[in-house]
Structures are given as structure tokens and as C-alpha cells.
């Protein structure tokens, strides 16, 4: 299992994004593994198509992926508090680190600095 970031997710979905190409051989590599993304990442990443009014689209995209969602557990506010604490990330980074935690399993991202703390925390990069 997976953990997607945003950043991930969208370079993979934008043909226009310096990263597609990337994104594109990373995710379709990973076609064994179980993709997961928590709610705020799934928020985070249909905000431009919800702009375009591609959403449905982009839904479709991510069902042909098989992208699951991680729900946030009962305690996610105050772990996310000491995560965005100990790392220094902005809460939506926290939220993949809470969600790649919960599920025990790697991120996938293309930010340095979330694949530096994810690590610093024990959890692989995918």
C-alpha cells in the first residue's frame, strides 16, 4: 500500500505539469500496490478541476486507478498537531504522513521536504 500526495496525483492527471511524464511511470509502476490518499489530498487535488468543471472526470480518472481513501481517525486533530509540530509541513502534508501512518505503508510524493519527513519518521518513499 500507498500513500499518494498531491503533488503526485496532480502532475500524474495535468499532461502540462514538468512532472507528468514522472508521475505517470511512478504510478503506473505501482500497479500491484493498493494507492490510498487521505480525504484532504482528494479535496486538495479536485480543486482545479472543480475550477475547470472536470471534476467528474477527474473522479473517473481516479477510479480507473483504484484510488482509495484513508478516513481520518477519531484522534487526527491532535496527531496532526504534534505532526505539523515535529515536521515543520503544512497540515495537508500532515494529512498523507497521519493517513501513510495509519495504513502502515509508504508515500509517494515529489515534495523533498514531505519525503524528508515521512522518512525522518520511519515511513518509505514510494
Known amino acids: 500500500m500507498i500513500v499518494l500526495d498531491a503533488s503526485a496525483l496532480i502532475a500524474f492527471l495535468?499532461?502540462?505539469?514538468?512532472?507528468?511524464?514522472?508521475?505517470?511511470?511512478?504510478?503506473?509502476?505501482?500497479?500491484?500496490?493498493r494507492l490510498l490518499l487521505s480525504p484532504i489530498t482528494h479535496a486538495e487535488i479536485l480543486v482545479g478541476p472543480a475550477r475547470a468543471g472536470t471534476l467528474a472526470a477527474t473522479e473517473a480518472a481516479l477510479d480507473t486507478l483504484g484510488i482509495g481513501e484513508v478516513a481520518l481517525p477519531p484522534y487526527a486533530a491532535p496527531r496532526l498537531a504534534e505532526l505539523r509540530v515535529q515536521s515543520g509541513l503544512k497540515l495537508p502534508d500532515?494529512?498523507?504522513?497521519?493517513?501513510?501512518?495509519q495504513s502502515r505503508c509508504a508515500v509517494l510524493s515529489f515534495d523533498d521536504r514531505l519525503v524528508a519527513a515521512a522518512g525522518e519518521l520511519g515511513l518509505p518513499n514510494g
Open 14 to 33: 495535468d499532461p502540462s505539469d514538468a512532472l507528468h511524464s514522472d508521475a505517470v511511470s511512478r504510478l503506473l509502476s505501482l500497479e500491484s500496490h
Open 94 to 101: 500532515c494529512c498523507v504522513i497521519l493517513a501513510a501512518q
